[in-house]
């Protein structure tokens, strides 16, 4: 399976500052969604965006997605220490039961 | 509430043991379970697909004689790594979706495995 790119791979800011990571990936797409891991830990549901959508938003995060561009942002507003973490993009091709495709991630830390 | 059951979390064992880790859907039927590799620092990659009462779909570069993959059941996938070593340390987690749901998958908390 192909990965994706996300950028940048790391991304250092102040409390209540806001962190925007990008997403690209390289073929079509049914759905995209944003994962959080905190470290050695599992994976968190952030927020899956279909491809007809083109913004969503949930709580503090928004997601944009230009399928034109195969590229796809998550804006954390007015960050918090503890979103700290890995924060992944994944694609599926179609609907169900299929396997997930993953960027290589962006690793957040957010200074108190 | 948990949908899908990892165990073991964390495993540490020695050279040469084989280890079994199991996923368990809890809510629904899973016909088709996704394993997938995490090294330190890296992303996520799709080792296998597990289809219950067949066998395995492995990616390219994965040995099937090395990750066995057996889901017998409509609730259970297991994998083992058979005669580990240390360059099999990772993060193996795993994750299922219900087939007539076009909602996201619900992954397993993952086992970190270390191989000494």
């Known amino acids: 399976s192909q990965q994706g790119e996300e950028d940048p791979q790391a991304l250092s800011i102040q409390e209540g500052e806001n962190a925007t990571m990008n997403c690209s990936y390289k073929?079509?797409?049914?759905?995209l969604q944003w994962y959080r891991q905190n470290s050695g830990r599992g994976l968190v549901h952030l927020i899956l965006?279909?491809?007809?959508?083109r913004e969503k938003h949930s709580g503090r995060l928004r997601v944009t997605l230009d399928t034109s561009k195969k590229s796809s942002s998550l804006l954390i507003t007015a960050s918090r220490a503890a979103d700290t973490a890995s924060y992944f993009c994944?694609?599926?091709?179609?609907?169900?039961?299929?396997?997930?495709?993953f960027g290589k991630g962006t690793r957040l830390s957010v200074i108190a | 509430g948990a949908v899908v059951s990892q165990h073991p979390s964390w495993v540490i064992c020695k050279s040469g043991t084989s280890v079994k880790i199991e996923c368990r859907s809890l809510?629904?039927?899973?016909?088709?379970m996704f394993w997938y590799r995490q090294f330190p620092k890296q992303s996520l990659m799709l080792m296998a697909t597990s289809n219950e009462g067949s066998k395995a779909t492995y990616e390219q570069g994965v040995e099937k004689d090395k990750f066995l993959i057996n889901h017998a059941s409509l609730t259970l996938s297991t994998l083992t790594v058979t005669s580990a070593h240390p360059e099999d340390s990772s993060f193996y987690i795993c994750?299922?979706?219900?087939?007539?749901?076009?909602?996201?998958?619900?992954f397993g908390d993952g086992t970190r495995l270390s191989i000494l």
């Open positions: 994750s299922t979706g219900d087939l007539y749901s076009n909602q996201p998958q619900h």
């Open positions: 809510d629904f039927q899973a016909t088709t």
């Open positions: 965006i279909r491809s007809n959508e």
């Open positions: 994944a694609t599926d091709a179609y609907p169900g039961n299929t396997p997930l495709v």
């Open positions: 073929t079509s797409i049914n759905n």
